[in-house]
């Protein structure tokens, strides 16, 4: 069971990035995928979620407008397109699976309230750097 995180890497301010996040071992249909970064000295912070019934997208305020989560679940695969990159989104990203299966519960709308918790599945990271 493992997630993989890909697609870092360095880019000019203003510039675009595409992560990938690739599940194996098992299928993402039943979870919600979320990103997630963490800043040299810094806490790691949300960026973006999106559930599997609740195709709703949701965006941490300092990235709506630049970024797109998207998701494919026939290809087992997660997507965050990053446009407008500052030297502040300079981090190391991470997606995760949440499980969300076939019942009421979402968890896209909960991650302002409980973070992480929610999320049991990690990929290992994949590093941006916005530099000029």
């Known amino acids: 069971v493992q997630l993989q995180a890909c697609g870092g890497g360095w880019v000019q301010p203003g510039g675009s990035l595409r992560l990938s996040c690739t599940a194996s071992?098992?299928?993402?249909?039943?979870?919600?995928i979320g990103w997630f970064r963490r800043a040299p000295g810094k806490e790691r912070e949300w960026v973006s979620c999106v559930g599997n019934r609740d195709i709703t997208t949701y965006y941490t305020d300092f990235v709506n407008g630049r970024f797109t989560i998207s998701r494919d679940n026939a290809k087992n695969t997660a997507y965050l397109q990053m446009s407008g990159l500052k030297p502040e989104d300079s981090a190391v990203y991470y997606c995760a699976a949440g499980y969300e299966g076939r019942g009421s519960y979402y968890v896209c709308p909960r991650v302002p309230e409980r973070d992480e918790a929610d999320f049991g599945q990690w990929g290992q990271g994949t590093l941006v750097t916005v530099s000029s």
């Open positions: 071992g098992f299928t993402l249909d039943d979870y919600a």
